[in-house]
């Protein structure tokens, strides 16, 4: 058990968002408690789009007043299971509570690279 994706590819950011939406529901509602999700739409491109959740059943966490947070960068021209794969290795190398509260956010850009973007709050 731990953390897992799916990944989309579609011509139209409605559908990628569409599919999400279905994805999501479709989890269990333990898993979708912890559905952490990122799109990007690049111009002339496909639209993607990526949730992560975490197989098994989380103990729930009370957030702390506030956090430190940490930046994970991964950048790539062609390779995105790469950025996916290095989020989800973070989320299962991080605390439980770490991983619960982290957010994640992707862009992409038509001559350059797409970035995935981890933001970790640690204790």
């Known amino acids: 058990m731990g953390w897992v994706y799916t990944a989309f590819a ?8 569409t599919t999400i939406k279905v994805k999501i529901q479709s989890l269990s509602p ?14 002339g491109k496909d639209a ?16 702390r007043s506030s956090w430190n947070w940490n930046t994970h960068v991964q950048k790539t021209r062609h390779d995105y299971s790469s950025l996916y794969e290095d989020v989800k290795d973070r989320l299962n190398a991080a605390s439980d ?4 509260y982290a957010k994640v956010d992707m862009t992409n850009y038509s001559d350059g690279d797409a970035t995935i973007t981890l933001w970790l709050p640690h204790d």
């Open 97 to 100: 509570r770490e991983a619960l």
């Open 10 to 17: 579609q011509d139209d950011i409605a559908d990628v968002l």
């Open 48 to 63: 993607r789009g990526v949730v992560f959740w975490f197989e098994g059943v989380m103990p729930l966490h009370h957030p």
């Open 30 to 43: 333990n898993q979708a408690a912890t559905a952490k999700v990122a799109t990007s739409d690049m111009q």
